[in-house]
């Protein structure tokens, strides 16, 4: 069988170009049969009505792309048509052109202000009505692209809530992990009470609080604040939140000894994480501590303050000192300096560790709460203890702010119960 010639096949054709609809009002004459032939000549299907009334009921029924309009006709003027036309819902914008002898700046004027898009001189001449044809078409195809465009962007949005829900989910679940990483809310060691507060400003959090036994009569109480509130800050918590757990093998303010498990030192211990933060993280993170060894029995306590809030002593009779020199901040210096610390509670003390989300807590005018702010709140809660007085101290801080809580808030109570009074011993550094 011979090959067919390839020259000879029928070549594919392309599209016709999309025809657009016009509906043309007004009454019949010779210029109204001569605009039609025109619109059929540029590519435009036309149809033909002779009243406003009839008008609008083909555009209800066709949706016309144009709409052509004498100024006058039986039953309403080109404006008042313009008007209805504008009113009626539709697929997509119409075009609406007004054929009108009156191009003064008044007629001009009222016409935009009905809601006419050109004007056409009549008689139309062909030069002038592919020019406005033209501007028409314009309108339509940049109408066509903004619809394209949203209805891209209303599933990108779909799709940007779909994978926000599911993050929701995901920090939620997140935020309940972490609030696990608090083991025990409160503690009770001979005439010792630990209370603890954790609340993250979002669903998670770069604070953390805790406490665990070390050995005999010791127990060792952290507070951290690492930097920023994401998901890298509840990360970090994590890790640090084994490096302080009440297992010796993980606990690195632990060390097995011969006979037991001794403690590594306050300062010790802030020196060790700040060389892992240092050469072991690839981060920008730190953050600050105040770790303590408390003493359950006698009231003495040893403690090392990293960059941390002023921890404040309240005495049995009300005194109130802030404690601490302030020391650097864990992850930042090569060779930084700790403010080491020690002091003894007598019974009816307490010690009170909060993170800077609640001294820095701002009022709506921009005053944070501060030192003297939180003194007051120890001051009016006096006789409220455990959770108790650290509830009513959060409560305190959100009115302050009037609820915008920008950072994460977090405390370590501790209070050393009886009611025996002794002369306190002074706060003095700790020994090399």
Same mark, same amino acid.
């Given at each position: 069988?011979?090959?067919?010639?390839?020259?000879?096949?029928?070549? %594919?054709?392309?599209?016709?170009?999309?025809?657009?609809?016009?509906?043309?009002?007004?009454?019949?004459?010779?210029?109204?049969?001569a605009?039609?032939?025109?619109?059929?000549?540029?590519?435009?299907?036309?149809?033909? +009505?002779?009243?406003? @009334?009839?008008?609008?009921?083909?555009?209800?029924?066709?949706?016309?792309?144009?709409?052509?309009?004498?100024? @006058?006709?039986?039953?309403?003027?080109? /404006?008042?048509?313009?008007r209805? $036309?504008?009113?009626?819902?539709?697929?997509?914008?119409?075009?609406?052109l007004?054929? #009108?002898?009156?191009?003064s700046?008044?007629?001009?004027?009222?016409?935009?202000?009905?809601?006419?898009?050109?004007?056409?001189?009549?008689?139309?001449?062909?030069?002038?009505?592919?020019?406005?044809?033209?501007a028409?078409?314009?309108?339509?195809?940049?109408?066509?692209?903004?619809?394209?465009?949203?209805?891209?962007?209303?599933?990108?949005?779909?799709?940007?809530?779909? #994978?926000? @829900?599911?993050?929701?989910?995901?920090?939620?679940? @997140?935020?309940k992990?972490?609030?696990?990483?608090?083991?025990?809310?409160?503690?009770?060691?001979?005439?010792?009470d630990?209370?603890?507060?954790?609340?993250? %400003?979002?669903?998670?959090?770069?604070?953390?609080v805790?406490? $665990?036994?070390?050995?005999?009569?010791?127990?060792?109480? *952290?507070?951290?604040?690492?930097?920023?509130h994401?998901?890298?800050?509840?990360?970090?918590?994590a890790?640090?939140?084994?490096?302080?757990?009440?297992?010796?093998?993980l606990?690195?303010? /632990?060390?097995?000894?011969?006979?037991?498990?001794?403690?590594?030192?306050?300062?010790?211990?802030?020196?060790f994480?700040?060389?892992?933060?240092?050469? !072991?993280?690839?981060?920008?993170?730190?953050f #600050?501590?105040? *770790?303590?060894?408390?003493?359950?029995?006698?009231?003495?306590?040893?403690m +090392?303050?990293?960059?941390?809030?002023?921890?404040?002593?309240?005495? %049995?009779?009300?005194?109130?000192?802030?404690?601490?020199?302030?020391?650097?901040?864990?992850? +930042?210096?090569?060779?930084?300096?700790?403010?080491?610390?020690?002091?003894?509670?007598?019974?009816?003390?307490?010690?009170?560790?909060?993170?800077?989300? +609640? #001294?820095?807590?701002?009022?709506?005018?921009?005053?944070?709460l501060?030192d003297?702010?939180l003194?007051?709140?120890?001051?009016?809660?006096? $006789?409220?203890?455990?959770?108790? $007085?650290? !509830?009513?101290?959060?409560?305190?801080?959100?009115?302050?702010?009037?609820?915008?809580?920008?950072?994460?808030?977090?405390?370590?109570?501790?209070?050393?119960?009886g009611?025996?009074?002794?002369?306190?011993?002074?706060?003095?550094?700790?020994?090399?």
């Open positions: 069988m011979k090959a067919a010639n390839p020259s000879s096949r029928t070549k %594919a054709t392309a599209p016709a170009p999309l025809r657009r609809q016009a509906l043309l009002a007004g009454p019949d004459g010779v210029c109204r049969k605009l039609a032939d025109l619109l059929d000549a540029a590519g435009v299907d036309c149809t033909l +009505v002779d009243t406003g @009334a009839d008008a609008l009921r083909s555009v209800d029924a066709r949706q016309p792309d144009i709409l052509l309009s004498s100024a @006058a006709l039986p039953d309403m003027t080109g /404006l008042d048509l313009c209805d $036309f504008r009113s009626r819902p539709g697929p997509h914008y119409g075009y609406f007004l054929l #009108t002898p009156d191009r700046d008044d007629g001009m004027a009222a016409g935009l202000a009905a809601g006419v898009d050109d004007f056409l001189s009549l008689p139309v001449a062909r030069p002038e009505l592919l020019a406005r044809l033209a028409a078409e314009r309108m339509r195809r940049i109408e066509d692209d903004l619809r394209a465009t949203n209805s891209r962007l209303r599933s990108a949005m779909a799709q940007l809530s779909e #994978t926000q @829900a599911a993050m929701e989910r995901d920090l939620r679940e @997140a935020r992990l972490q609030q696990g990483l608090v083991r025990e809310r409160s503690g009770r060691f001979g005439q010792i630990i209370s603890l507060l954790l609340r993250p %400003a979002g669903h998670i959090g770069g604070d953390l805790g406490f $665990f036994p070390i050995a005999g009569d010791w127990i060792g109480v *952290y507070a951290l604040d690492v930097s920023g994401g998901v890298t800050a509840a990360l970090l918590t890790q640090l939140s084994v490096h302080l757990s009440g297992s010796s093998d606990n690195v303010a /632990l060390r097995a000894a011969q006979g037991g498990v001794d403690p590594r030192g306050p300062g010790a211990l802030a020196h994480f700040n060389g892992m933060m240092l050469e !072991e993280m690839n981060t920008d993170s730190y #600050t501590m105040i *770790y303590a060894e408390l003493n359950h029995v006698t009231g003495q306590l040893r +090392v303050q990293a960059g941390h809030p002023h921890p404040v002593l309240q005495r %049995a009779d009300g005194r109130v000192e802030h404690l601490g020199q302030g020391g650097m901040p864990i992850g +930042v210096f090569e060779r930084p300096i700790f403010d080491e610390m020690e002091l003894r509670l007598e019974p009816g003390d307490r010690l009170l560790i909060t993170s800077d989300g +609640v #001294t820095e807590a701002a009022s709506p005018n921009g005053v944070q501060g003297e702010g003194e007051a709140i120890l001051r009016t809660n006096a $006789f409220l203890s455990g959770h108790g $007085f650290l !509830e009513s101290m959060a409560w305190s801080v959100s009115e302050y702010s009037r609820g915008e809580r920008l950072d994460d808030v977090s405390a370590v109570l501790i209070e050393m119960r009611d025996s009074r002794v002369t306190p011993m002074p706060v003095r550094p700790a020994r090399p």
